[in-house]
T-cell receptor, first 115, second 113 residues
Framework: AQSVTQPDIHITVSEGASLELRCNYS??????LFWYVQSPGQGLQLLLK??????LVQGIKGFEAEFKRSQSSFNLRKPSVHWSDAAEYFC?????????????FGTGTLLAVQP | ETGVTQSPTHLIKTRGQQVTLRCSSQ?????VSWYQQALGQGPQFIFQ???????GRGNFPPRFSGLQFPNYSSELNVNALELDDSALYLC????????????FGPGTRLLVL
């Protein structure tokens, strides 16, 4: 079955520190992978996506993610976190089957940033 | 270019009532997907509409239904509301291309009492 696991429910980092959010997926074919961010009470904003090609993907707001097929992972990284990065982060896999093009999300990682 | 919009932003209903949520797609997008996000959870796929027809459905009962209109806007209808239907309902629009990015609206917060 297709699934996404985000092992860390909650992470706290200090402003200026580096960040890595973990994401593991289960999918039978080459996946389409996404990271979205959600601020409190808001919808989801796309940070970056992987379809094919270069396994290191650059996104908005200084984020990047690396697709590792051997580990079924797509971890999100940022070298220096800003207080405005505090939000919830969702990893998703695009499941294409039949006539449906849906996203399967993980349960999210809530990021807190300490001054 | 306008993004995805949803209305209303929030509403309160009582158990057993019916509700209609609305979504306007991003300009140029022909596919609309609906997701339910319960508190503390990731979004769960409800269904998707393309060319005014449902072309995929998640694990939701038939009392969840939808429509897509010729201008690609969409409605989500929920009948016989239950307490567990309380959630943030997200609409996403995209092009009908395999793996295409879905762009989300701000959501409608539904509270069922």
């Amino acid at each position: 079955a297709q699934s996404v696991t985000q092992p860390d429910i909650h992470i706290t980092v200090s402003e200026g520190a580096s960040l890595e959010l973990r994401c593991n997926y289960s999918y039978g074919a080459t996946p389409y992978l996404f990271w979205y961010v959600q601020s409190p009470g808001q919808g989801l904003q796309l940070l970056l996506k992987y379809f094919s090609g270069d396994t290191l993907v650059q996104g908005i707001k200084g984020f990047e993610a690396e697709f590792k097929r051997s580990q079924s992972s797509f971890n999100l990284r940022k070298p220096s976190v800003h207080w405005s990065d505090a939000a919830e982060y969702f990893c998703a896999v695009g499941a294409v089957g039949g006539a449906t093009n849906k996203l399967i999300f993980g349960t999210g990682t809530l990021l807190a940033v300490q001054p | 270019e306008t993004g995805v919009t949803q209305s209303p932003t929030h509403l309160i209903k009582t158990r057993g009532q019916q509700v209609t949520l609305r979504c306007s797609s991003q300009s140029g997008h022909n596919t609309v997907s609906w997701y339910q996000q319960a508190l503390g959870q990731g979004p769960q796929f409800i269904f998707q509409y393309y060319r005014e027809e449902e072309n995929g459905r998640g694990n939701f009962p038939p009392r969840f239904s939808g429509l897509q209109f010729p201008n690609y806007s969409s409605e989500l209808n929920v009948n016989a509301l239950e307490l567990d239907d309380s959630a943030l309902y997200l609409c996403a629009s995209s092009l009908w291309v395999s793996g295409e990015t879905q762009y989300f609206g701000p959501g409608t917060r539904l509270l069922v009492l």
